[in-house]
């Protein structure tokens, strides 16, 4: 199985509803193409882990690439994993008025999502990788504008 690993900025202009719908889309096209992962937006950062066969990956990785709403798109871990770290397509994302209240719904989900999955049983990289950007992003102590 393999993974990839990529955070990117969202762009300045993206609004509340182009997010959710990032978010709806990402998980429709992905459950049509065989492809399980967890995305994670907060405070205009993603942080996107996508799994399956390495041709559509990387294909949809292109795709990303490619698409402005994405700034500064960073890779952050490539790896081939001996079975699928996710059962499913996830996501984690929500627009509370609170920061606070935002933050801790996300860690609340991400660790749902994290410890449901085979994510625990594998030792490679991709897990490690994915666990320390999120944690490091929800630690952001600044003021959400939106998601």
Not at 14 to 25: E, F, P, R, S, Y
Not at 33 to 41: D, F, M, R
Not at 46 to 57: A, Q, R, S, T
């Amino acid at each position: 199985m393999f993974s990839l690993i990529y955070k990117s900025i969202a762009c300045k202009d993206l609004a509340h509803n182009d997010i959710k719908d990032v978010m709806q889309k990402a998980s429709f096209f992905n459950s049509q193409n065989a492809i399980t992962g967890c995305l994670v937006y907060h405070n205009h950062i993603f942080i996107h882990l996508l799994e399956g066969d390495e041709k559509p990956v990387r294909r949809l990785f292109g795709k990303i690439s490619g698409d402005a709403r994405h700034e500064d798109i960073v890779l952050l871990n490539v790896e081939e994993n001996t079975f699928s770290l996710f059962s499913d397509f996830s996501t984690v994302y929500n627009n509370f008025e609170d920061a606070q209240d935002q933050v801790r719904h996300k860690r609340m989900l991400f660790h749902q999502i994290f410890h449901g999955a085979d994510i625990v049983k594998s030792p490679g990289g991709s897990k490690l990788t994915l666990w320390t950007q999120v944690n490091n992003l929800l630690k952001t102590k600044n003021k959400l504008h939106y998601g």
